[in-house]
């Protein structure tokens, strides 16, 4: 007995020794990465000085997100924007809003593998959260939108989602009243384009940021911030899992396209990126989305096929599922199983803190 006692106390000994090295380790690497890395090296050639014309508060652990030239952000658009984005008005029937597939009290998508659109529609794939979009270089899970922008036609023309006309969606915003003034403060004219709709919304949309996590606060320089379990699984993913090799930078994501073989194995597969590009390389890619506030913004992947963190990291473990254009990074991971805990330890302290945004009181009549 006194053996196995001191074996125990051992190994113990040995896991706490581990543990802790995995924190230096862990620090150490998340500093050279930051350090090395700029913010256009994390948020592509389409940031830059625009990103300094961002008037609110941003979370720790982000940099000002980019804004475009000729979208500038006022808080009169804001507001319009958020009217606009609960306003079921914008449908073919007046039943889906954006925020029927993206709810604010549910991580900005809505907990379902796929949504449901007008007439009780399906489509094939899982709605991104809007946390954090504003730092995507292109929008949707195959970037087949170049911005936020130009994301909003998509949805509300899309005969499954919202089921209308561009111009019918203008018509029928600029047919009520209530709107007029709140275009006239946006763009000084009360006139009602959907160019101006979609500029609205894009504004509201880049508000919507998360950050401040544990981790944030951990590379500020809170060493508490961190459980020493997220402290080691903080080490995995930038050492032994090679997470980092995708989702990269301060959203977690490199912006780029890859088939880790998330339905690769149905009998007609969702071809994602290739059906943008028609690359014959580009089958099975879909967008690196964001980790941050996983915990709000299940189920996961672009078919929404996975429902817990538990079951992303086994299915990366195992390598993916196998098939022709597997990404070359995707491979087994052979970790064990706390190894496996400590990764949903360090996801889990990715969850960061937003503003909570209510649904507007009354919509413009």
Known sequence: MKMKISQFSRDKAA??????????????AVIAIIGASSARAQFGDDFGESGSSYPYHVPLGLNPPPVPADNAITDAKVALGKDLYFDKRLSQNDTVSCETCHNPMMGW???????????????????????????????????????????????????????FSLAGAAKRIGGIKGYAPLFQAAFGSPKVTFDRIE????????????????????????????????????????????????????????????????????????????????????????????????????????????????EVIKFYNQGGEKNKWLD?????LHLDDAEQAELVAFLDALNGTQDQVAPPKTLPQ
Not at 281 to 307: C, I, N, Q, W
């Open 328 to 332: 070359p990074q995707i491979r087994p």
């Open 109 to 163: 998508t809505d907990h379902k593998p796929v949504s449901t659109g007008i007439h009780g529609q399906h489509g094939t794939r899982n709605a991104p959260t809007v946390l954090n979009s504003a730092y995507n270089q292109q929008q949707f899970w195959d970037g087949r939108a170049p911005s936020l922008e130009k994301q909003i036609e998509g949805p509300v023309a899309n005969p499954v989602e919202m089921g």
């Open 199 to 310: 500029k609205a919304i894009a504004s509201f949309e880049r508000t919507v940021l998360t950050g401040n996590s544990p981790y944030d606060r951990y590379v500020a320089g809170d060493t508490k911030a961190l459980s020493p379990q997220a402290a080691a699984g903080m080490a995995l993913f930038f050492g032994k899992a090679n997470c980092d090799a995708c989702h990269a930078g301060k959203n977690f994501s490199d912006g780029d396209y890859h088939n880790i073989g998330v339905g690769m194995n149905s009998k007609h597969p969702d071809w994602g990126r290739y059906l943008v590009t028609k690359v014959e390389a580009d089958r099975g890619k879909f967008k690196t989305p964001t980790l941050r506030d996983l915990p709000e913004t299940y189920p996961y992947m672009h078919d929404g096929s996975v429902k817990t963190l538990a």
């Open 15 to 28: 896991r706490g020794a581990l543990a802790a090295a995995a924190v230096v380790t862990a620090l150490a």
